[in-house]
Each structure stands twice: as structure tokens, then as C-alpha cells.
């Protein structure tokens, strides 16, 4: 979580040594990554559900780096070409899985394949 909020702490604590430009918002990229990937990680009580856990993780991912990215190109005053693409597609992906999971066929019973 240290490393969504200053990634500079987790950067100087590691390595020694102090991140400016690009890396501050690399870092907590990073950060949202890392939060994403335990959660789909997160241990449960099935096996079987893991498929859900992954699923929440990627939904996660995607939701919070299209904010992230209308933030930084909002407020953050970044103009990279490929920044309003990025925020498209996050949001696609995050909005199919939303979808997906709404949808009956997303909610098949774990296990059966081919159904």
C-alpha cells in the first residue's frame, strides 16, 4: 500500500537511492499491480474458487489503472501518446469482466467444462 501512496519511501528504503519524472508514477503502478495480484492470490476456503479471486484481481487491476490513468492525464498534466488508449482499454476490459460475471454463462458452476 506504501508503494500506491509514496513510492519514493519504498524505492529509498530498498535501494538507496531517490526516483523522480516517470518513476513516481511507475511506482505506484506498480503498487495497484501488486494489490491486484493478491488479491486474486488471496487464499479461500474452496479450491474451486480461485477462478472468482482471479477474476476480482483482474477486475481490480483494470478499474484502478483506467482511474489512475484519467488522473494522471487530468490532474497530472501527463500527455503520453498512448495515455487515452491505455485508459480505453483498461476500461474495456474492466467493463467485459463486469459483464462476464453478470452474464450465466460467467456464473457456471466451477468444474464443469464444456457445459
Not at 10 to 24: E, Q, R, W
Not at 38 to 58: F, H, I, N
Not at 63 to 72: D, K
Request: glycine share 14%; hydrophobic share 55%.
Amino acid at each position: 500500500m506504501v508503494l500506491i501512496i509514496d513510492p519514493a519511501v519504498v524505492v529509498a528504503l530498498l535501494l538507496g537511492t531517490s526516483i523522480a519524472g516517470a518513476g513516481i508514477p511507475l511506482g505506484r503502478c506498480f503498487g495497484i499491480t501488486l494489490l491486484a495480484l493478491g488479491l486474486a492470490c488471496w487464499p479461500t476456503a474452496q479450491r474451486a474458487e480461485g477462478s472468482v479471486a482471479a477474476a476480482g484481481g483482474m477486475l481490480l487491476y483494470n478499474a484502478l489503472i483506467a482511474l489512475y490513468l484519467v488522473w494522471l492525464g487530468k490532474l497530472g498534466n501527463m500527455r503520453g501518446l498512448l495515455l487515452w488508449p491505455g485508459v480505453a482499454l483498461h476500461a474495456v476490459v474492466a467493463l467485459l469482466l463486469v459483464w462476464t460475471s453478470r452474464s450465466p454463462q460467467g456464473r457456471r458452476e466451477p468444474g464443469r467444462i464444456g457445459e
